[in-house]
């Protein structure tokens, strides 16, 4: 009986973090619609999740789970409402709540979850927040990412990035910020920060933070769908074009990205054969248009690069010193030390490994704590056989990873440089 109870303990605890993952961003922008207040929806949601795994683990799960907290949830803003000071304020949305639940009720059907995820980010991103916390702030709450993996986007501290969320959800309600697209002529004050939320939901599904495999496909195609919505908002945008073909180029890769037991396979030893032409194709078009718009940016030059890649012959054969410009390019734009950490890994196949490890010496003060750049530096430490220098560095990357197949492909490379003597 303990067993069978153990079992559905962890079925529940499973399925309420698939939820999380993949709904949370629905979720969360029906319950700001429906309850007019970012923090109350954000308390609501984390309650009706602690109800699901309770009830969850006695009953087992419910036809529709993510309709099922929505309809929890939004029980839990109806008795906050009773119970605020405040009432006569809130009669509206209380009015709506309970209008939705009857509706639910009398049908006997699950909640519909309307789609508000465009109207939550550009909630997210308004000026009112400083740009690094409207990105951030946007990933925890609309993509469900966690603290750990934000911090790591913006190589902070995860103490710091913590509190800096909590300030910016009370700013929210506290300078009651509407939850709506805002007009046109108001797009410009957000459009950078909403794209970079896009990108880095699609940076983090297509290299997970932590977990066992090193793709998210559930965050790549969640970010392209949402960057061509984006495209129909502001059409002719080249840094619109340019984000989503950076994300169709870099997702045609995914399919030769794992191996068939899950294992990471490298760039330089991936078979070809298995990229997606269509998202090629489809990429160095919107690529194309972007570039012939001449006002040039980061997304632009990103895919330019990806797009350099996606039509190399081979990996030798890839237009490395290219690379090289593009990236120092980008480094002009924006003085963000990745770009010349990737700089330096085009440098190590235009000019040798020597050269690129020249240049990442630069970079050790404000990269010690980001684990590519240890990896990148074992990779030049062992195509220039130095074994006990690379395994070294491999084994700080290890350290710093909370992938598995990551930390498995790393291990791997160590083990490859031979025994210690």
Not at 22 to 46: H, M, N, S
Not at 211 to 216: D, E, M, Q, S, T
Not at 217 to 233: F, K, S, V, Y
Not at 314 to 342: F, K
């Amino acid at each position: 009986m303990a067993s069978d109870l153990s079992e559905r303990q962890q079925s529940a605890r499973e399925a309420i973090e698939a939820l999380a993952r993949a709904d949370t961003g629905r979720l969360l922008g029906a319950l700001v619609r429906d309850t007019r207040d970012f923090q109350l929806a954000e308390d609501c949601l984390q309650e009706a999740l602690e109800s699901a795994l309770v009830h969850w683990a006695r009953n087992g799960l419910p036809t529709a789970p993510a309709g099922w907290v929505l309809q929890t949830a939004r029980r839990k803003a109806i008795d906050r409402f009773r119970r605020a000071r405040n009432f006569s304020r809130k009669a509206k949305e209380y009015g709506l709540l309970i209008e939705l639940d009857r509706e639910t009720v009398e049908s006997d059907e699950s909640p519909a979850i309307p789609d508000e995820r465009l109207r939550l980010i550009f909630t997210c991103c308004h000026p009112a927040l400083d740009a690094k916390t409207r990105v951030a702030l946007t990933l925890r709450t609309l993509c469900g990412l966690t603290t750990r993996e934000i911090s790591r986007a913006f190589l902070d501290r995860e103490e710091a990035m913590a509190q800096r969320l909590v300030r910016a959800r009370h700013k929210i309600t506290r300078a009651g910020i509407g939850f709506e697209i805002p007009e046109p002529e108001h797009w410009a004050e957000r459009l950078n920060s909403v794209l970079s939320v896009i990108y880095l939901t699609f940076n983090e599904g297509y290299s997970a933070t932590a977990g066992p495999g090193p793709l998210r496909h559930d965050l790549c195609l969640e970010a392209i769908r949402t960057g061509r919505l984006m495209l129909e908002l502001v059409p002719g945008d080249p840094e619109c074009e340019g984000l989503l073909a950076l994300m169709l180029l870099n997702h045609s890769r995914a399919a030769a990205r794992v191996g068939d037991q899950g294992e990471m396979i490298a760039l330089d030893s991936q078979d070809r054969s298995l990229w997606n032409r269509d998202e090629i194709t489809e990429g160095c078009t919107l690529l194309d248009q972007a570039l012939k718009r001449a006002r040039p940016g980061l997304f632009q030059l990103q895919a330019a690069v990806s797009a350099l890649h996606a039509q190399a012959p081979s990996h030798t054969e890839t237009g490395w010193s290219e690379i090289v410009l593009l990236y120092e390019a980008m480094h002009r734009l924006s003085s963000n030390p990745v770009y010349l950490l990737n700089r330096a890994v085009a440098l190590s196949y235009a000019a040798g490994a020597d050269a690129a490890l020249i240049a990442l010496t630069e970079l050790e003060a404000e990269l010690s704590g980001y684990q590519p750049f240890h990896a990148a530096k074992a990779d030049f430490q062992r195509r220039l056989d130095r074994p006990e220098a690379a395994r070294i560095s491999y084994q700080r990357a290890v350290d710093l990873s909370n992938n598995e197949s990551e930390k498995a492909f790393l291990h791997g490379r160590m083990v490859s440089l031979g025994a210690q003597d």
